[in-house]
């Protein structure tokens, strides 16, 4: 079988929806199903009076970069479509093929010869897939992550139609966690070419390292006591802006010491750093680092946080996992079924940052089995399990 991947992928931002559209596409190419493929990452990038009014206002522009990469062995070919101000106007209309007709038109033989495209993001790679449909009538797949379901809609119109158009016209549609399919309902989305498939983790990348090597990290970073961190992006929608508040609970209601550690970067990080300073928490940000430091700083941990206020699943959960550490999340999306546990779920509500807190102070103070913990998620949740699922529906391809 051949086939056509259209992924949403930066290589210089090598986390989240990069990791797992990663791993998974790592694995299924190398099933013996696929046998031939091909992946474009297609990005978009600033052109003409569009580029110059973003400059002009201070906001980020959007360059073209290398025509490829490699990741673990697999090459990625980038594509670069223009984004101008007719491209935007387009993009609202039923024509918004013609958005992305230089891929067409560059790629038709690719696009021909293949089987099925497959598309782990909603919107825009997804509604590429559905006009390959239309116009080549290839069956394409397409994986919701998050966002592209529970927040791009609900931010514009014209995407809630066309999303909605993508999952219907679909040969499958696969969502990671229960909670992002409901949104996908809530949306008007009812048909029955779905299905839930979780992220996974990769063990090889997520694992205890020892003792010696925990305490280096703890002796760098100036970090004593109990560790409570968290790792993801600084925003709002991770609820950055209330993580601080949290903290400053938790070293008020524990009994011992307890200090901090922020794995990530974003927009409010300098606010942050700012709040913390001014509460006087021991705390380490770390800024953007590679998935070895990722996976060292989780093993600090004794205990990670999760307080989002959307989330399509929590892969970071089971990577916490991996490494042998809890984590407690807000119940909110996808969290739940990756938490696996209500007594570390946080119901969102009044009061919400002091809940969390206290439930943080006391699942810190119980004890529990790491090895146990550790085995369960790479029993249940590795990669090459979440894939087969995918290349089983691959099978399923031009026999109904």
């Not at 013996?32 to 110059?52: A, K």
């Not at 109990?226 to 993580?243: E, M, S, Y």
Request: glycine share 8%; net charge negative.
């Amino acid at each position: 079988m051949k086939v056509l991947y259209l992924v949403n992928m930066n290589e210089n931002n090598r986390k989240g929806l990069f990791t797992v559209a990663h791993e998974r596409i790592k694995e299924m190419i190398r099933s013996d199903v696929v046998e031939e493929h091909n992946i474009y990452s297609i990005q978009f990038w600033d052109v003409g009076i569009r580029r110059f009014l973003k400059k002009s206002f201070g906001k980020t522009t959007v360059s073209k970069g290398a025509d490829k990469f490699e990741y673990d062995g697999v090459e990625y070919e980038k594509v670069y479509l223009k984004t101008g101000i007719f491209s935007k106007l387009i993009e609202k209309t039923n024509f918004d093929y013609l958005r992305y007709k230089p891929f067409f038109k560059k790629y038709e033989e690719v696009i021909k010869n293949c089987d099925v495209v497959s598309v782990p993001w909603g919107y825009p790679h997804g509604r590429i897939g559905y006009w390959i449909n239309k116009l080549y009538t290839k069956p394409y797949i397409v994986t919701y992550y998050g966002s592209d379901i529970h927040t791009m809609p609900y931010q514009k119109k014209h995407i809630k139609k066309k999303i909605n158009e993508v999952m219907d016209n679909a040969y499958f549609n696969m969502f990671v966690s229960k909670g992002l399919y409901e949104n996908a309902r809530e949306l008007g989305y009812n048909k029955d070419n779905y299905m839930v498939i979780n992220n996974g983790v990769n063990p090889d990348k997520f694992h205890r390292i020892g003792d010696e090597e925990i305490d280096e990290i703890l002796k760098r970073t100036n970090l004593k006591g109990k560790i409570v961190g968290f790792t993801g992006n600084l925003n709002t929608v991770k609820r950055a802006d209330k993580l601080i508040e949290i903290f400053d609970g938790i070293n008020n209601l524990s009994k011992e010491e307890v200090s901090f550690l922020v794995v990530g970067d974003g927009p409010l990080r300098e606010s942050m750093e700012s709040e913390a300073k001014e509460k006087n928490l021991n705390i380490f940000f770390s800024g953007n680092v590679l998935v070895d430091d990722v996976r060292k700083y989780m093993n600090a941990m004794d205990l990670m946080l999760l307080p989002s206020r959307n989330e399509g699943f929590g892969c970071v959960v089971l990577e916490a996992n991996a490494c042998g550490v809890r984590v407690v999340g807000s119940d909110v999306g996808g969290i739940c079924e990756a938490v696996r546990n209500d007594e570390l779920i946080v119901s969102e509500g009044e009061d919400f940052e002091m809940r969390m807190a206290a439930r943080a102070v006391e699942v810190l103070s119980q004890e529990y089995d790491r090895n146990e913990l550790m085995e369960d998620v790479t029993k249940e949740f590795t990669w090459s399990k979440i894939a087969q699922h995918e290349i089983n529906i691959y099978e399923g391809v031009g026999h109904e």
